[in-house]
Nanobody, 116 residues
Framework: QVEVVESGGGLVQPGGSRKLSCVAS?????????MEWYRQAPGKERELVAH???????KYADSVKGRFAISRDNGKSTAYLQMNNLKPEDTAVYFC?????????WGQGTQVTVSS
């Protein structure tokens, strides 16, 4: 049974930090080659925040460059999103997206609210 679970969301003050985790359980049939974080704010489309490939290469949305960092524990099929200097506009539901050969999956999301 495939399962993608995010955690770490919550309320944080502007300028604060938060670390999100994504644990993927996809079984031996599938090989994960990349993991990504997306976010969706109310009334807006879902957008790519960060991407990490098996080879360690990363990509970021311009709006989070220099503030967010994606990392991954390949052995545990886990991805992290370290978010620093958070701004109110970072408020959104953050989703993990797992890319495997011939298949991909979404997590259910975790809410991050940046407010004083």
């Amino acid at each position: 049974q495939v399962e993608v679970v995010e955690s770490g969301g919550g309320l944080v003050q502007p300028g604060g930090s938060r670390k999100l985790s994504c644990v993927a359980s996809v079984g031996p049939t599938f090989t994960i080659y990349a993991m990504e974080w997306y976010r969706q704010a109310p009334g807006k489309e879902r957008e790519l925040v960060a991407h990490i490939h098996n080879d360690g290469s990363t990509k970021y949305a311009d709006s989070v460059k220099g503030r967010f960092a994606i990392s991954r524990d390949n052995g545990k099929s886990t991805a992290y999103l370290q978010m620093n200097n958070l701004k109110p506009e970072d408020t959104a539901v953050y989703f993990c997206y797992v890319r495997a050969w011939y298949n991909d999956w979404w997590g259910q999301g975790t809410q991050v609210t940046v407010s004083s």
